[in-house]
């Protein structure tokens, strides 16, 4: 038994692609960074050649009505960060500066895949400074209409508890539990796709929205029928969907969660309104540096106590 030490990437990284929304070209850069830095975005290519230097944390979100948005749109945001904050997230990645010269982050596959096979390509190496986690205490949950969105105190790491509704046929009811490690992030989750009515596709693309979507970024649905010639990655991709949108969302806490999520028909404000209830009561988190057995790889950790516990306050 050991500290886990903080990790960041071995070298910086590239990717390329569109944005789901503008459907303007991006390039993303994906660098190393310091100790207790977190994640941070750099956006680059504003008016004037100016930049902004925008945190991962939940402080900074700023909309979730169709993807989660941080910053100020004015001053210069990003959105469409979730399935990014994903990625790092579920591999173990504590420290990364991510260089974007649009607003918005490359839809991609509309899954996590590539930001992973990017990740795996460059490596992982590990700091000199101890992990800190995020210790949920007592639960804390939020509702609206028949959906919740729930943080709770649980032994061990962090799992996720995930059921959908949706009243069309080829979606319909489904429930996913899973404990998070990077192997399972990997198998369960990473290659989820979003997807999307049909009909709430077209409307947005006559509100200049989802101007990016298509087949070979969502799964689009009408009604009864899958429209993708390929089908589903999997029997259980759009529970595992949302699955994925909350490793992303969850990650704006600044620091692994210790504890277990769940949810039913979950969605980026619930993600977000769960996390600004968590801080909003000092008595339900704190932090905690704890020790954890670390076999090959990075961030798999198994059950554990805690041996220094930090007064319960982010910034």
Same mark, same amino acid.
């Given at each position: ?145 028949? /959906? !919740?969105? *729930? ?9 996720? =508890?995930?059921?959908?509704?949706? @009243? +069309?046929? #080829? ?114 988190? /704190? !932090?905690? *540096? ?9 961030? =798999?950790?198994?059950?554990?106590? @805690? +041996?220094? #516990? ?6």
């Amino acid at each position: 038994m050991k500290f886990p030490k903080q990790t960041t990437l071995r070298k910086r990284c590239v990717l390329t692609g569109n944005g789901v929304h503008s459907n303007a070209p991006v390039t993303l850069i994906l660098h190393p960074a310091a100790p207790d830095s977190g994640i941070v975005f750099l956006r680059t290519n504003l008016p004037d050649g100016a930049t902004r230097r925008i945190e991962a944390k939940w402080s900074r979100v700023s909309a979730t009505d169709l993807c989660t948005v941080l910053g100020d749109v004015s001053l210069g945001s990003v959105s469409t960060v979730e399935h990014l904050l994903a990625a790092l997230a579920g591999l173990g990645v504590d420290n990364a500066l991510i260089e974007v010269d649009g607003p918005e982050v490359p839809i991609m596959d509309g899954s996590s895949a590539s930001f992973v096979a990017a990740i795996d390509k460059v490596g992982l190496r590990s700091l000199s400074a101890p992990r800190r986690f995020l210790k949920i205490l007592k639960t804390v949950r939020i509702e609206h209409g028949r /959906s !919740f969105s *729930e943080l709770r105190p649980a032994d061990g790491g962090f799992s996720l =508890d995930v059921e959908i509704d949706y @009243p +069309v046929e #080829a979606i319909g009811r489904h429930r996913k539990v899973v404990d998070l490690t990077p192997t399972s992030f990997r198998r369960e989750i990473s290659r989820a796709r979003t997807f999307g009515l049909l009909r709430d596709v077209e409307r947005l693309w006559k509100l200049g929205f989802a101007l990016g979507s298509s087949l070979e970024n969502s799964v689009a649905v009408d009604d009864d029928r899958i429209l993708n010639p390929e089908g589903l990655r999997s029997s259980d991709e759009f529970v595992s969907h949302k699955m994925l949108d909350a490793v992303g969302d969850l990650a704006l806490a600044g620091a692994p969660i210790l504890g277990r999520y769940s949810a039913f028909c979950p969605g980026h404000k619930m993600n977000f309104l769960v996390l600004q209830a968590l801080f909003a009561d000092r008595t339900a988190y /704190s !932090f905690v *540096e704890a020790p954890a057995p670390v076999a090959s790889g990075f961030a =798999d950790f198994g059950a554990f106590s @805690p +041996v220094a #516990a930090f007064a319960a306050e982010i910034n």
